[in-house]
């Protein structure tokens, strides 16, 4: 059982950064892939960001390339997220999650994941 604690949310203006970090319980944290989702009111859950057990692959959904960045340190067992240049359609609750499978592709989507965080609220006024 892995146990993830997300933390950093909170509230900001357009055009400003947060960094959301995503604490693991896992015994052997370089063995998950990591991912970042998000998730508003009546819509289905969001792909934002993975990143592979080393390190190597990160992948990110289209509406975050060049402004959002995922990172690791397994030293630590903690994958981060760092949002710059937020945008109003930013604004959700933050879930990171974690699966031990390997699985070809960019592991968008949320059935991969095995383990879930609590979600961070992350708001952006404009």
């Known amino acids: 059982q892995v146990q993830l604690v997300e933390s950093g949310g909170g509230l900001v203006q357009a055009g400003g950064s947060l960094r959301l970090s995503c604490a693991a319980s896992?015994?052997?944290?370089?063995?998950?892939?990591m991912g970042w989702f998000r998730q508003v009111p009546g819509k289905e859950r969001e792909f934002v960001a993975a990143?592979?057990?080393?390190?190597?692959?990160?992948y990110y959904a289209d509406s975050v390339k060049g402004r959002f960045t995922i990172s690791r340190d397994n030293a630590k067992n903690t994958v981060y997220l760092q949002m710059s240049s937020l945008k109003p359609e930013d604004a959700a609750v933050y879930y990171c999650?974690?699966?031990?499978?390997?699985?070809?592709?960019?592991?968008?989507?949320?059935?991969?994941?095995?383990?879930w965080g609590q979600g961070t609220q992350v708001t952006v006024s404009s």
């Open positions: 999650a974690a699966t031990p499978r390997y699985y070809s592709g960019s592991y968008s989507p949320a059935g991969q994941y095995d383990y």
């Open positions: 896992a015994r052997t944290f370089s063995r998950y892939a």
């Open positions: 990143i592979s057990g080393g390190g190597t692959y990160i």
